[in-house]
């Protein structure tokens, strides 16, 4: 489909950006936003009761646990929305790329994750944070779980189809964590995708070394590079082509 | 007969779509789920805090109990969202069931599983005694809950990614469990007027009068202001 497209490589980042500004906008309409600064209100009203040694087990759990991963849920609802539609289709006839489609809906979903923790962190916290590490921590497992959401909604016919194979994949992205209970110092668990990625986020409160997060952070970069190419690809055999 | 026939259609537009059927028999592996959790959970957590997990068993039913309605709730809001899609509602606004008929059914078919389920969720549970008769008042309580979900879900979305925003936001309410730990005023004060905070209370104050009285208005007033909503927006019709 794209090598139909023109070339103009001025116009591509220019395409991305508008993309980027019609999903914000359609987000922000939706009352995504809206819903999580309501949450993130509530977050900040719990954590302020909180004492610092509670704060840094809780808050880098909850911010996994649902700012970082609203991606999943809400890229299904998003992209099987615009299938019914129609709006899918008429990707032929505009000069967007996939490649650009699903980075705009990946980066606009990852922006609320990082809006909504840097909130609640910035306020909420009053430890030392490396906002450094929370920042690469965040985007990369939001982009993870984003990507992941957009495979299984590029596989799903409806929006209720979705959420019946989205819950298969949240228990075993999720319930993984858990093991860092009991087995906090096996770095081996660290292959685990959601586990690399609440390590990045939790190594932002507890001051990770330096090497494993270079580590980590170089492994969920790979992994997501592999995960949107895998997307690009099923995507546009299974949804762009079909339409 | 004429309302048993569409509880059959609700049940088999239920089992048609396999999301509905995952959400609506959930209650039905939540609560051993949670029996399992806190049964490894709490030893384990006991090792590293000095308070007993024991003292908040009330919360925790009480956010167990919650989760119900709001799931069933969802799936209501999800079933009406897809008959408003399919045209369903305007077809039966026009037969002698009526619109509002349709509405009966599909809040009673929710209010009746939200009932049965509150029983078994208690029964598997077991953590914290109460009264058959509180608890059938907190079922009930419960019912208008699950039906008054089910609305505002309806009435805020208009597809169903504002359905699932919505969803999400009306998490919100089950904050309010948890505002007495809290000792906040003004959030208590904002928490009497969300139903969420009175299934607590009556479940911590087991009969007495006040929390019964309140949660019991609380409830009615949001169903009642929800239907009057619903029967003024005509549901997009």
């Not at chain 1, 509670?54 to 759990?61: D, F, R, T």
């Not at chain 1, 790329?97 to 809006?115: A, D, F, G, P, T």
């Not at chain 1, 921590?137 to 799903?156: C, D, E, M, Q, Y």
């Not at chain 2, 479940?203 to 009068?209: H, M, S």
């Amino acid at each position: 489909m794209t090598s139909h497209k023109p070339r103009t490589t001025g116009a591509q980042g220019q395409r991305l950006l508008s993309a980027l500004k019609a999903d914000v906008l359609f987000q922000f309409k939706q009352g995504f936003y809206f819903v999580y600064l309501i949450l993130s209100l509530f977050y900040l009203i719990i954590f302020h009761q909180l004492d610092n040694t509670w704060l840094s087990y809780v808050m880098p759990v909850v911010l996994f646990m649902d700012p970082s991963v609203l991606g999943l849920f809400f890229i299904g609802g998003i992209l099987l929305l615009e299938k019914e539609q129609g709006i899918l289709s008429l990707i032929y006839v505009t000069p967007l790329r996939v490649w650009e489609y699903i980075l705009s809906k990946v980066i606009s979903l990852c922006l609320i994750s990082l809006m909504a923790i840097l909130f609640i962190s910035l306020i909420a916290y009053k430890e030392a944070v490396n906002y450094v590490y929370l920042i690469i921590g965040v985007i990369l497992t939001s982009v993870f779980f984003t990507l992941i959401g957009f495979l299984v909604a590029t596989r799903s016919k409806s929006v209720n189809d979705f959420f019946v194979k989205i819950i298969p994949w949240m228990m075993v992205l999720i319930l993984p964590c858990l093991l860092l209970i009991f087995y906090p110092n096996m770095q081996v668990l660290g292959l685990i995708p959601s586990i690399a990625s609440l390590k990045l986020v939790w190594g932002a409160y507890h001051a990770i070394n330096f090497w494993e997060f270079i580590i980590l952070t170089l492994y969920m970069i790979v992994l997501n590079i592999f995960l949107l190419k895998y997307t690009y690809i099923v995507f546009q055999k299974k949804m762009v082509q079909e339409n | 007969m004429l309302k048993l026939i569409y509880f059959k259609s609700d049940l088999k537009q239920l089992f048609r779509e396999p999301m509905m059927t995952l959400l609506f028999f959930i209650p039905i592996i939540m609560a051993p789920l949670f029996k399992i959790i806190l049964a490894l959970g709490v030893p384990f957590l006991q090792r590293y805090v000095t308070f007993s997990v024991e003292a908040y068993h009330n919360y925790i039913l009480a956010f167990v109990l919650l989760m119900i309605p709001a799931m069933l709730g969802v799936v209501m809001g999800f079933m009406l969202l897809d008959d408003k899609d399919g045209k369903i509602i305007e077809l039966l606004s026009v037969t002698p069931f009526g619109r509002n008929g349709y509405l009966i059914v599909r809040l009673s078919f929710v209010a009746m599983a939200t009932l049965i389920y509150t029983f078994y969720t208690y029964l598997v549970m077991g953590l914290y005694i109460l009264p058959i008769l509180i608890l059938f008042f907190i079922g009930l309580l419960l019912c208008f809950y699950g039906a008054s979900i089910g609305m505002i879900f309806f009435n805020l979305a208009t597809d169903k990614v504002k359905g699932l925003t919505y969803a999400k936001g009306l998490n919100v309410m089950l904050f309010f469990i948890l505002v007495d730990l809290l000792h906040i005023p003004w959030l208590t004060f904002l928490a009497g007027f969300f139903p969420t905070y009175w299934i607590y209370r009556i479940i911590e104050n087991k009969g007495t009068t006040i929390p019964i009285v309140f949660g019991l208005t609380v409830h009615i007033v949001w169903f009642i202001i929800l239907l009057w909503i619903t029967d003024k927006r005509k549901i997009s019709i």
